[in-house]
């Protein structure tokens, strides 16, 4: 065992080492301290090819990060660098920075910089400000360059990227954020409303400020040792979310969600989302269908920036992957137990990613690319196909409505007084997840299209599925739950899914990881969201639930590009815990759930409507 461990290792280290020696021998590294318009200095390494001269320069190509540039010293090199290995190998002068209050950066760490809409003084900074001080320095100090500027980043480092695409910089030609985080109340840490507990291993990362610049972690020595690795059970047998602070007292962000369980000025002074005005270069913005923790960012951030920014170069690109799975090819795409294809990220890489920076970097710029405004994958077909506009101009909206029995369809129900209900029992959550072993990772990852079976099964979940499909249908757009419900108590959460179930016939593919799983009857999760009922009329303002009265909940589910081909069943299912994914309601109402106690928590009955004058069902755009 010994022996297989050491040959897996020399297998994936070794490439990373050739590479780095590559690098090594075609480029140099100088670190420098930068110092901002406020005097704080913020460690920059940059990566020069060798060959560049006044007759040979070279675009800046930037990442500014909070997870560090190592690595740090001389002579040390990393085993890639840009966004992938063509770009690597066309030579830019790769500028990596960390983030105030990050690593070897002096400052303040603030989780989501608020944005200063118009700065007067040199002490109001943001990280538009930090961008633009950069930019100006590089291009004053570094020599051998050509005058222009990209930037990129995933994650945390595609807000930065967002945020820098506002410095309204002259030499900034190309952004692409990639699964940019974009607002903590949508995306990442909640869900409309709903706190992603899934994500309660990683708040050392995000709260916990170091005293003076480090290339330590120093947030390693607050990360829980849970003895288990069952989180569904170590969540419950925590309790409620309270119970935190056993753990994250003095985590200053926890703290901070405790303070602000709404929607107040604290979270939205934190999104970049109205700020998307007056962007005159291009911009590629990069998501994954499956990407279980930015999904809003990529497809708010695109829209948003095509509404305001008329003109614009503006692309919007979605493929096969969960979070920042584009940037390393894996052979065989796969996420979960489906695949779709082999060198998909290479080709995104190739063909996409590199076309964009070569064109408005080295290129003419003028925007003809040949790239269209939208190139999406489309998970059915399991296909790259391209658009014009997204939304499609063709997409045309319809409704398919919950019936009695569990029947899905096109046509709206008749009977009167007709309802669908089921008891939710926060003590005995449904699991977001099947798989054990995923509930205890440091973000969740596979449940965005897992197997979902077991939920269909259980009594607490309704499901609503049409008969087999005559034809092919294309959902391609933006999906709206609109549901009528009534409860026995005074707050709710309803998760609703979007799934695709394969018929019995269905063949295994070769690549199949789980050898437990078979596709036959396979329910496929195409897309899923939570909402948070107290949050219905308003997200500053969560008012309780009327008990018994049937209320109206329309919440959006993200956008999909999925072909249900004929033989398949689209199928809806809806119900009011996905456990330890999103914290639990106590379906009491109460102020602050992150206060609540264990007598909180009550069992009650849900009812959801499919009767005239009181409908319920998901509105889709299908494409013709």
Known sequence: MKFFLLLVAFFIVSPLFAQSEWIKENYTKVEYDIAMRDGTKLHTIVYSPKDASASKTYPFLMQRTCYSVAPYGEGKFPGQLGPNKFLMQDKYIFVYQDVRGRYLSEGTWTNMTPQIANKTTKQQVDESSDTYDTIEWLIKNIPNHNGRVGQWGISYPGFYTVAGALSQHPALKASSPQAPVSDFFFDDFHHNGAFTQGYFLTFPVFGIQHPKPTTDNWWLSGLINAKTKDGYQFNLDLGPLKNFDAYYKDNFFWQEHKDHPNYDEFWKKRSIIPHLKNVKHAVMTVGGWFDAEDLY???TVYKTLERNNPGTYNTLVMGPFGHGRWSQETGHTLHSNVYFGDSVATFYQREIETKFFQHFLKGTGDGKTGLPDAYLFN????????????????????????????????????????????????????????????????????????????????????????????????????????????????????????????????PNHAYLPNKNITLSNYHQMVRSEIMRARFRNSFEKPAPLIPNKITPLNFRLQDVLHTFKKGHRIQIQVQSTAFPLFDRNPQKYVPNIYLATEQDFIKATHRVYHQPGALSGVEIEILK
């Open 297 to 299: 960012g990529p497809l």
């Open 379 to 506: 998970t059915g077909k399991k296909a790259w196909e391209t658009f014009d506009k997204w939304p499609a101009a063709n997409a045309e909206k319809k409704m398919l409505y919950f019936h009695a029995n569990g029947k899905l369809s096109f046509e709206a129900p008749k009977t009167a007084r007709a309802f669908s209900e089921y008891l939710s029992d926060p003590l005995k959550p449904v699991p977001d997840i099947e798989d054990n072993t995923q509930t205890m990772g440091f973000t969740p990852f596979n449940y965005m299209s897992e197997d979902q079976r077991f939920a269909a099964r259980r009594p607490d979940v309704l499901v609503f599925q049409t008969e087999p499909l005559t034809e092919d249908i294309t959902l391609g757009g933006e999906i709206m739950a609109k549901l009528n419900f009534s409860t026995t108590g005074s707050d709710a959460d309803f998760f609703v899914k979007l799934i695709d179930v394969y018929p019995g016939d269905e």
